[in-house]
Structures are given as structure tokens and as C-alpha cells.
């Protein structure tokens, strides 16, 4: 690396007409260190899991930056001050005065503190405190999140997109104080260095794929969304199709909305906190990108229906439903109604977030989720209100857009020399239902010195809907269906295997000894029978449906494919599970946890538990001690969480080399231990896959 000092220019690669902008790689990364404020005294963050409550709720929590790295390409220059990285953005500035874009990898962060240093003219979020890009009109440069293009940490990009550059992991101790005075040994100055040269050749890639690092999209779903916008741009019959199935109607909308869910994950009452042996796990293959390539969706906008009854719905006709179901009572093992979906609950039992019974609730569904229900739960039903769309295909284009992902996604993998090539179609893929969901009509997140949130009037919400109209694009309709098409395929093969499901989650189910094994074959046959429908009656190559893998082997869309078998299962809820299982020695890696080895083979512990990292396996000697109030501790699981702090106090800092300085970062994020107490929560409510799902609520009558 080089002192920020030490820039004297480079070789500018200035593009574009009346707006010029640079086509040079720029990456900006800092290096903090987190401390807790106690009574006149600094301790180090580590300390504060050894903290009392009331030492915890008086300890003011900040952070200052020691080192800052900028790389022009791949050259990597430093400072240790905020005043150093203000001279060099004017020098930078000086010398190259048109736009530049900076790339960030968790922008967030770095905000917090460039936030107090630097006036941002512009700035685009969707949550707080989550920006994906920022202007500054004084420098020229707007700040992107390569995280959000990526979805993907820092050290695992080089190994997704092969490239010949590595994070050094480990290589900088995070537990020492430091300041800007604290010498930095050549290894720690590798690691930092490092983390900007990953991002520049990750970035090398994306730049090649679209021309100019401006054109690069700013988030994963992006690169998806613009390559499916570029297909059907001109194509006026897609749009006119489309446009059908856009409704503009506020309390539709608001319907839509309330009957939206996610992925279906709960484990069987009958069998939590107890250990089970030699489970077979099921997974779905693409499960969502299977029900948008087979299924029906509303083609059609909803129109008012007044339905006598439930058994008045007809098949040609996707239904919005606004019901109130009274003398509720579950007749399954398994329970599925979710009480985060209903309001107006009255005597209501609850299995962990899931309703047993109740005299009286209130919810919003669709004709697809009635389907499950009458299967699983006793009921009298009044329909408050009722909305019809008729049932038709996806546009093929759109169809034959996801068969082309799923073909280069299974041709690519396992090729070495298609490393990149898989791992682009492979995230284009899985990015398509989000593209469905992705939030255009969400509540303001501005920034003005501050965050600030400002929820959407009902004219602009009627507004962006027309707007969707006339763009004619996709429908969000279709994402409300996906996800309630694919729960339902999932749901119905739980209520066939009931007291034999112990756990599902979203596309996967997992299986006590004894299960009929023809339930899973019909299944497998339906899907095939249902494919080759589809391409019967859009005339498309059935082959398409089922690309071969690189070793011959056909890979059929939506097909319950197993997944293995665990020794040992212990669930202690939604998103909270242990299994044992054997894999060869030859793919045991340092982060597994190994109880033991036979031969060629290991035993190994994983878990699977929402706010701890898989690493968390270690703490247990055995899934029996995967019980409630069990602790997976930070030195374990390396799991820490934030604390902001917008109004830092100047604090006397001493390294731990025994430098002392004065830190007035003004703003600051602290890195705290992070402990977690396995426990079963009293609601899960449903587990919306994606946050870009949450939409602004019309609220009119």
C-alpha cells in the first residue's frame, strides 16, 4: 500500500459525452475499533457480555476509525486520520473532476461515519441506514454497496467468482484498541489492503459484463431485472400482457398485501425438543422458479365477486379473499395458519406462532391457501369480501427467460473453467421470484443530515401503481402467488405425511423412518405430468424443463430431490435445529464440527439457527445439549451486533501498544459480543424471503 500522501495520478479512462464520468475501479474501505465509555473509564468491547444491566444501560457505546484505504484499480493507498481522507479526496478531486463511483462493500457502514465528514447531496435507501448509494456534489463521487450488488460477504467472493485474490482472514485482531498512532504490523497492513483488492477484481468482472462501471446495477436483483427489461423492451405484446394483470385499484393493492406471505417454516409440536434418529431430508428443486414456469397465475385484473360460499370458487379464477372463520380447530398434527396473518383473534390456542384453535379470527388469503386449510382445519367461514382475476400462463417470454437461467445455471456447475459463468447465472437465477416481490411501491427513506422515514400518501401510492401499469413489466400479483402456490406444495405433501414430518422450511421436509415413499414418488410424477402440460400447450422443448448436469443426469424443475440422511434431529422451533450426519474426510472442512470418524468418513454436528452462524456447531458436544437456555457464546460463533451512535463524545484513547490520543469521531457504530440463548419464541409469524417484500399500505376505503 501506499501513503494517501504518495498520489501523484494514474491513467484515467474518461467516458461518456455531455455527462463525463471516470471508468477507473475505485474502492473505499475502513478499519475501526470499538469501545465502551463507563464511568470516565474506556474498556474494551469484549468486556461488555461481563457487564452488570445497569453497567450496560449507563455505558455509552462508540467507535473511531485508525485506517482508511482507497484503490485506484489496483493500487491501494492509506491514511489514519478523517483530515488525511478529506486532503486526498481534494487532491483525487483536483486531478479527476468528472463523476466517479466508488464502490463500498457494506456502504451502511462506512456511512455512519463518512456521514459526519462529508455533505451528501443525494442519497438512495430503502431502509435506513442501509444506503446503496451516495453523492457527494463536492467531490464528485457517488459511494455504491458492492454488498447489495453481491449479496455475498467479502471472503466469500473470490471463491464464487474464482478469482486469484483471497481475504486474509484472521489476519487482524479485532479484540485490540487502536488509534491512529497504533503501528500496524505488514501482515495487518496486508489485510487491509486485501480487502480492496477482492472488491477490485470482483469489480473487473462486472464492469466487463456491462461496459462501464457505470451501468453496473446496484443490486443483485438488478442484474436479472435489466437483462429480462433489455428482452422484452420492444416487444409490445408481452407488455399488453402484462398490463392486464397490473392492478391500480388502492384496496386491491391493500388486499394483495395482507394476503402476502412467505416460505412456510415450523416444526411438528408432537416432536420439538426431542432427538430423532435417521431422518431423511426432502428438498424441492427451484421450488419457486418451478411454479413460474408451470403454474397459473392472475392474468387479469381482480374485479369484485360476491361468493356464497367457499365451494363456490371455480378453478379457471385466481380468488382474494377476506374472510372471518369461526369454531377453528386444527385436525392435523402439523399446524399452518400463521397468527402474525390474522387479526381479531378471539380465544385463540397457539402452537409456537401457528393457530391450534380459536373461536374467531379475521385474515386475508388466496384461493391457494384455502386449498391447504380445508384440509387441515374444521371451520365455518364467512366471506367479507371476495375478488376474482381469471387464470392464465406466464407470458412465455418470461417463461423461457427462466428456463434459459436454470439451463445455464446446470450446464455451468462443476465446470472449473465456468466458474464465473455459474456464479452469475447461478445468482441471476435465484434473484428472479425477488425480482417478482422487489418493492418499487415502499414508504420514503430519506436522508438529510439524519434518517428520516415518510410514509407514501395515498395519491402516490394510485401514482407508482399507474406507473407499473404503463411500464408493463411484471405483476405483484404474481410474487402474492409464487410464494402461495409453492406453500402449498409444500403444505399438502406435510398433511400426506403428517405424524411423519418433523420439521419444513420453504421448499424442504424432513422425515421420521416409516414414511410412504409413494407419496413422494406421486409427487415427483405429478410435477413431471404438470411440466409436460406446460410445454405442450406453450410449445416449449420439454428438454428445457430438465437440462442435463455435467454428468449426464436430467435435473427436473420443481422435483422433491433427497437431500440425505441425519443420524440424530433435535428441533427446537422455526429456524432452530441440530442433526449429526456422515460425509467423507475428504470434505471436512476446519469450520466442521467433528464427533467422530470411521474410516473414510466423519460425523459431524451442524445446526441451522436464525442469528447464529453456522460455526455456532462447536459449542455442542451433541445435539442432546441443543435444549432450551443452552448459550452459544461470541468466542464461539464470532456473531456480534451494532449499536449506533450518532452524537460520539471526544474519549482519551490508549492502544494497547500504550499510545494515547484524543478520538472526536463524531459519529461511530460499536461492535458488541454478541451472546445467544436458544429458546422458543412465542410467535414466528411468517418468514418473508426477502425485506425488498415489504410495500407502503393504501389504507383507503
Known sequence: MLYWAEFYGYDKDIQGKRKLFDNTIFTFDIETTSYIY?????????????????????????????????????????????????????????????????????????????????KFDEVMARVTRSPMKAFSEKYNIEFRCSLMLTNCKLEYIPKVFNLDVSKKVGDLDYNKIRNSKTKLTKKELGYCEYDCLVLYKYLLIERKAYGSIKDVPLTSTGHVRRELKERIETNKQYKAKVRKAINTDGHVYDLMINAFAGGYTHSNWIYTDEVLHNITSFDFTSSYPYVMVAYKFPMSTFKKIYLKDLDSMVPNFAYLLHLKLYNLKVITDNTFISVSKCVNIKNGVYDNGRIISADEIEIYLTDVDISYIKKSYKYDAEII??????????????????????????????????A????????????????????????????????????????????????????????????????????????????????????????????????????????????????????????????????????????????????????????????????????????????????????????????????????????????????????????????NYVAYNDEQKPVEITDYQGNTEIVNDKKGICILPCTYELGKAEEYGDLIDSASSRRAVYGGE
Open 385 to 418: 369480501e371476495s375478488y376474482y382475476a381469471v387464470y392464465d400462463y406466464l407470458p412465455k417470454e418470461l417463461i423461457n427467460f427462466i428456463l434459459d437461467k436454470y439451463e445455464n445455471k446446470t450446464k455451468y456447475k462443476g465446470i472449473e473453467s465456468k
Open 420 to 639: 464465473v459463468e455459474y456464479a452469475k447465472e447461478k445468482n441471476k437465477f435465484n434473484s428472479i421470484y425477488g425480482m417478482c416481490v422487489t418493492n418499487e411501491i415502499r414508504d420514503k427513506v430519506e436522508y438529510d443530515n439524519g434518517w428520516q422515514e415518510e410514509k407514501l400518501t395515498q395519491q402516490e401510492i394510485l401514482d407508482m401503481l399507474k406507473d407499473n401499469y404503463k411500464k408493463g413489466f411484471l405483476s405483484f400479483s404474481w410474487g402474492v402467488w409464487v410464494t402461495a402456490i409453492a406453500r402449498a406444495n409444500l403444505i399438502h405433501n406435510i398433511i400426506k405425511l403428517d405424524r411423519w414430518s418433523v420439521y419444513s422450511d420453504t421448499d424442504s421436509i424432513k422425515l421420521l423412518p416409516g414414511y410412504d415413499e409413494n407419496i413422494i414418488k406421486e409427487y415427483n410424477r405429478q410435477v413431471i405430468k404438470r411440466i409436460e402440460n406446460v410445454s405442450k400447450i406453450l410449445n416449449i422443448d420439454i428438454n428445457r424443463f430438465c437440462p442435463k448436469d455435467i454428468k449426464g443426469e436430467k435435473r427436473w424443475l420443481g422435483v422433491f430431490d433427497n437431500d440425505g440422511e441425519y443420524e440424530d434431529f433435535i428441533t427446537q422451533g422455526a429456524k432452530k435445529y441440530a442433526i449429526t450426519r456422515w460425509i467423507k474426510n475428504e470434505k471436512v472442512s476446519k469450520s466442521n464440527n467433528v464427533l467422530e470418524v470411521k474410516g473414510d468418513k466423519s460425523k459431524i454436528l451442524e445446526i441451522t439457527v436464525s442469528g447464529v452462524p453456522k460455526s455456532g456447531a462447536k459449542a455442542l458436544k451433541s445435539v442432546d445439549e441443543f435444549r432450551d437456555n443452552f448459550i452459544f457464546t461470541n468466542d464461539i460463533t464470532g456473531k
Open 38 to 118: 463507563l464511568d470516565g473509564k474506556v474498556l474494551n468491547s469484549k468486556e461488555y457480555d461481563n457487564l452488570s444491566q445497569d453497567s450496560k444501560d449507563r455505558a455509552i457505546y462508540q467507535a473511531n476509525m485508525y485506517i482508511w484505504q482507497f484503490s485506484i484499480n489496483d493500487k491501494v493507498y492509506y491514511g489514519r486520520t478523517w483530515d488525511e481522507l478529506l486532503r486526498f479526496l481534494e487532491m483525487f478531486n483536483n486531478y479527476t473532476p468528472e463523476k466517479k463511483f466508488v464502490y463500498v462493500h457494506n456502504l451502511g457502514f462506512e456511512f455512519q461515519w463518512l456521514s459526519s465528514i462529508i
